[in-house]
């Protein structure tokens, strides 16, 4: 952990409302240079709002947020040179050429004159788009689009990289090379802010801001996060029928919690020798096959979906 | 402000223009249409009326009368009719514009009274063509009537003197000499053109960005928003221009529109008014982030207040005090203004110091407004 | 299949409902167009701005003077000097006409000679011109005639009843006072309903086609010819709506009288209205965007009004764009409104162009259909 007080961004207290809707409600974090930080929620959690906020793109109703050093509340301006942004949707001019578009961003983003020829260049070894400098950015396939993007966001060699879902939509081996350069980016000393609602994406990240309605749920590093989970222990359970299962194992004693994950259940124990004796006789005494029941490391959607369903159990609303 | 970063927005705004055929039909394609169109299709002038004839007398008089007609260019004497519902069925159905009759005592009233009715019958459906009619009548029979008086005097002996109180209306017809409405018409188009495609195109720069999603990754550089304005305004300025110039070239060498001013005085008016509509366009899709909300809105206060109360083709003077108070508000009112009297009179810069000045102020503020409008923040 | 078409229509008419811009465009452009043409639009010359000069300054001139002060038309706003300052007038645009009365004007008269009275007209607008110059012409005619009258009467008083003269006694039929907005209020009726359902109908599809939901539709058991009845239908309803509301504010605030038949412009107004729903159904089958539609819809319009006669008349055109005029639907449609408003004629007369209409209709209508079948696949 880059734990050296190199803090890159602060954010205290933060607040954004539209009209009556609070979308971001007293989120503070921090992230220090060079580390990867992830947003991770599902839709509507508020991750692109924080991340708007940061980029200055929304102002915030309440609350600090220094970017760069950088007061974005106050100078949404000064944080742009510092930055490189690349939204949920594409967001490249899909009627302009690969290189055009590379030397248009390179333009706006003030790069030099003299080194601007060698940066579009590598942003485009980067994306892996040798060759094809002059095809129409719109002809090209997603997971090329998405490095195109990130490369026009690097153009300036931003300190900070704020990446809004940019996986979504982008076929798994182009998911894989793009977690590759963003680990390269943090190598070289870039904090990255990532957001996705890919659970598996969650791992790659050196630590994780767990949102949900606005709130930051937990925050920690993936092996923190799962140990939340480790007040009791989880359990894979295969049955047959499925459904009937989960209805009986929601309301049984010992059992905290019980969700369908594919093809099997994954219940939640207070102990779980206990449980490996007493659930399967259970189920088989009200007609429920149980094929398999064996103790499993719970994963980060777990953790979210307890985590989760304690922050609607406190404000007693339903669970989206 | 940045050089640089001004450069790159407009030259990818030009290569947006030249890549997409739509922008390019509407900037090149469009002013052509309406030059011709417009052009040859716009004219007011009544040549050619189409006249039905009842004669009820069929004396030497009357014939003599109706050899008038027929001998104008403005009437095209179509047919003899012996009845008033024949009459009735020919304006009815649109076959004459103007009837002539001719009562069965024209000629013994001419005689004997010294006062002989001739009775004209315009359809007033179109009230100016009939008011042009009648008015070509109304020479036609005068003449005829003054022919008439002095032969009569000459067979009396009377001395010719005696036709006394003769005025000849010497008329002198300045700047648009042959009064022909494409003369006074096509440099309004010009307004018209420029309006329509500055407004089109311009709407939809900002509100494209939008519904592309362009928009985030633009706002999330260091460009200003003063810098936005300009790097999208300057490449539709420059097609503006040369639409002007392409528009000038038509109507000079294709329509044969003397233009009897200045280039300089043509372009710098052209550049004011570009500034105007440039900037209206740019804050409308600012303010309006759906495409098609933006061009209709742009239409309706471009192309509507140009082509009505500009005063391209219905004169201002004539208008209600009202609508009159409300046309100084209208941009093109100054700039139509300024087209005709450079293309016609050739009067200087001098003479339209008060339009000039008008132009100068509403580009200034509506420049002003522009690099104010377009806020970097997405709420 | 009538189960199927009234989903259609019902969810057309909860879309239009929705849409706010959908209303918009239904609404504003339509009013603000009719109250402005109803007001702006004239070619007629109710006062001309004028300028007199006398050098003469003998009692004859100051007569010819008093009859241009005394007439409503010309507002004799200046009494220049000299032919400069009146020029320069004229170069101004403060001033139409200019009227100048030469020094020994009364004293030629007097003689039994021409005397001339020079009139300068400003020609930029050429159609003002030459109904002022109608103005002055007619001024100077009745001074001729009057003096003439008078001169007879002092000097050959027995000859004086027997000077013939023909005179002009003019009739304008249906617009007895010549106003322009019985001219332009029932050509907005057609104007305005051609401009809302092209672009109406053009605009709906293609928004299904570009959200997807023309896909959706399509995969459903409809049929095309379903489907498009289903989305054209509402249209027509509106464009009859629209058509009457125009026509009737346009009646009660204008003052323009309906003397016709309204049977018969419902005829003609559904006529016209399947040749311009055609028209959008046509835009919509080659266009992908709404943008598109816009656009082609705008190069369709504009020679759809200016071949129209409705502000500009089609016999002054060259010939080869009056033949073009014969395929403009609007052509004909105007002939019906004018017909209808002012002259108050049926069928009888009006029936070749409900033909022209209902056979450019029809055909428009068919082709675009079968466009539109095979911009499906």
């Known amino acids: 952990m880059p734990n050296d007080g190199n803090i890159s961004v602060r954010v205290d207290g933060l607040v954004k409302r539209f009209g009556s809707f609070t979308a971001v409600d007293r989120v503070s974090f921090s992230a220090y240079r060079g580390e990867i930080l992830g947003f991770l929620g599902p839709n509507g959690a508020g991750k692109s709002t924080v991340i708007r906020i940061l980029c200055g793109l929304l102002r915030p109703s309440e609350g600090s947020v220094i970017v760069a050093g950088v007061d974005v509340g106050k100078d949404p301006e000064g944080v742009r040179h510092h930055i490189g942004y690349m939204s949920q949707k594409f967001s490249l001019y899909n009627d302009l050429e690969v290189s055009e578009n590379l030397r248009f961003f390179a333009g706006l983003y003030g790069v030099d004159r003299g080194i601007a020829g060698d940066r579009i260049r590598e942003a485009i070894s980067l994306a892996g788009l040798q060759g094809h400098e002059h095809d129409l950015t719109g002809t090209l396939a997603g997971g090329w689009k998405q490095r195109l993007a990130l490369g026009c966001a690097l153009l300036h060699r931003p300190e900070i990289l704020f990446l809004d879902e940019p996986t979504s939509g982008v076929d798994p081996m182009s998911r894989r090379q793009f977690w590759d350069l963003i680990h390269g980016m943090s190598g070289r000393g870039v904090t990255v802010f990532v957001s996705t609602h890919y659970m598996d994406e969650a791992e790659y990240c050196d630590r994780l801001v767990l949102m949900n309605r606005g709130r930051v749920v937990a925050m920690g590093t993936p092996p923190e996060l799962r140990h939340l989970v480790k007040k009791g222990a989880l359990l894979l359970a295969k049955c047959e029928p499925l459904g009937t299962a989960l209805q009986i194992l929601q309301g049984s004693p010992g059992v905290a919690e019980a969700a369908v994950f594919g093809n099997s259940l994954h219940v939640r124990v207070e102990q779980a020798e206990d449980a490996l004796v007493t659930l399967p006789a259970m189920l088989e005494s009200r007609g429920v096959k149980c094929v398999s029941l064996k103790p499993i490391e719970a994963s980060l959607e777990d953790v979210f979906v307890q985590l989760a369903g304690e922050q609607s159990a406190v404000r007693g609303g339903p669970d989206r | ?379 | 299949m009538f189960g199927r078409i009234f989903h259609m229509l019902l969810k057309e008419f909860l879309e239009v409902k929705r849409d706010k811009w959908e209303r918009f465009r239904l609404l504003v452009p339509p009013l603000i167009q009719k109250v402005l043409f109803g007001y702006a639009a004239t070619f007629e010359v109710y006062h001309v701005s004028t300028a007199v000069l006398d050098l003469d300054h003998s009692q004859e001139s100051r007569e010819m003077v008093s009859r241009f002060t005394g007439n409503g038309r010309f507002d004799v706003e200046a009494l220049p000097s000299s032919s400069q300052a009146m020029r320069g007038l004229i170069d101004r645009s403060k001033i139409t006409v200019g009227i100048r009365i030469n020094p020994q004007f009364g004293e030629l008269l007097r003689k039994g000679q021409t005397a001339p009275l020079q009139v300068i007209v400003d020609g930029t607008n050429s159609n003002t011109a030459l109904l002022a110059l109608d103005y002055v012409g007619q001024i100077a005619a009745r001074f001729s005639s009057d003096y003439q009258r008078d001169y007879m009467n002092r000097i050959f008083p027995e000859y004086q009843v027997m000077l013939p003269s023909a005179k002009m006694e003019e009739r304008p039929w249906y617009n007895p006072d010549l106003d322009s907005q019985w001219f332009f209020v029932p050509g907005l009726v057609g104007s305005i309903a051609l401009m809302t359902i092209v672009n109406v109908t053009s605009f709906a599809i293609v928004r299904e086609r570009e959200i997807g939901t023309l896909e959706q539709i399509m995969v459903t058991p409809i049929r095309p010819i379903e489907f498009i009845l289903g989305k054209t239908v509402p249209f027509f309803v509106l464009g009859l709506i629209e058509v009457a509301l125009v026509a009737v504010a346009g009646a009660l605030w204008f003052g323009v009288p309906f003397r016709g038949n309204p049977l018969v412009m419902l005829l003609g107004t559904s006529l016209f209205l399947i040749s311009s729903l055609a028209v959008g159904l046509l835009i919509s089958t080659t266009c992908r965007t709404q943008q598109q539609a816009f656009a082609s819809g705008f190069f369709y319009l504009t020679p759809a009004f200016t071949l129209s006669g409705f502000a500009f008349p089609i016999s002054s055109m060259p010939t080869v764009m009056q033949w073009i005029t014969y395929l403009d639907p609007l052509r004909y449609y105007l002939v019906v409104l004018r017909g209808t408003f002012l002259k108050g004629t049926g069928l009888a007369i009006l029936w070749p162009q409900m033909v022209a209409m209902a056979i450019l209709g029809v055909a428009m209508f068919a082709v675009s259909v079968a466009r539109f079948e095979k911009s499906l696949d």
Request: contains cysteine.
């Open chain 2, 1 to 379: 402000m940045s050089p640089r970063r001004l450069i790159a927005m407009s030259r990818k705004e030009f290569i947006q223009i030249v890549r997409d055929p739509r922008s390019l039909l509407i900037a090149l394609l469009m002013p052509v249409m309406q030059m011709v169109l417009l052009g040859y299709g716009v004219s007011l002038d009544a040549k050619n009326i189409p006249v039905y004839v009842y004669d009820q007398e069929g004396s030497q008089d009357s014939q003599a009368l109706l050899k008038r007609f027929q001998a104008s260019p403005y009437f095209d004497v179509r047919k003899t009719v012996n009845s008033y519902r024949d009459l009735r069925y020919a304006i009815d159905s649109d076959r004459c514009k103007l009837a002539i009759v001719i009562p069965f005592d024209f000629s013994r009233k001419l005689r004997d009274t010294g006062f002989a009715p001739v009775q004209v019958i315009v359809d007033g459906t179109d009230d100016n063509t009939a008011n042009l009619s009648k008015g070509y009548a109304r020479a036609v029979i005068a003449r005829f009537s003054a022919d008439v008086q002095h032969n009569w005097l000459q067979r009396q002996g009377m001395p010719i003197a005696a036709s006394n109180g003769n005025i000849s209306v010497d008329t002198r017809i300045w700047f648009n000499e042959d009064l022909e409405s494409r003369n006074f018409i096509i440099p309004g188009i010009v307004a018209l053109v420029m309006a329509l495609v500055g407004a089109l195109l311009t709407s939809l720069t900002i509100a494209r960005e939008w519904e592309r999603g362009t928009m985030e990754q633009l706002l999330s550089t260091p460009i200003t928003p003063s810098e936005v304005m300009l790097g999208k305004l300057i490449p539709y300025f420059m097609v503006g221009m040369a639409d002007a110039a392409l528009c000038l070239m038509m109507s000079v060498w294709w329509f044969g529109v003397p233009f009897r001013g200045t280039l300089a005085s043509f372009f710098t008016t052209t550049a004011l008014f570009l500034i105007v509509i440039l900037g209206i366009g740019f804050m409308i899709s600012v303010a309006i982030r759906n495409q098609l909300g933006a061009s209709m809105i742009a239409l309706l206060v471009t192309l509507m207040p140009t082509s009505l109360l500009s005063g391209y083709a219905f004169p201002i003077d004539q208008m209600p005090a009202a609508v009159r108070a409300i046309t100084y508000l209208v941009y093109s009112r100054y700039y139509v203004t300024i087209l005709k009297a450079i293309y016609l009179k050739g009067v200087g810069v001098k003479a339209l110091g008060a339009e000039m000045t008008a132009l100068a102020v509403y580009a200034a503020v509506i420049g002003l407004l522009a690099t104010r409008a377009f806020r970097k923040t997405l709420d």
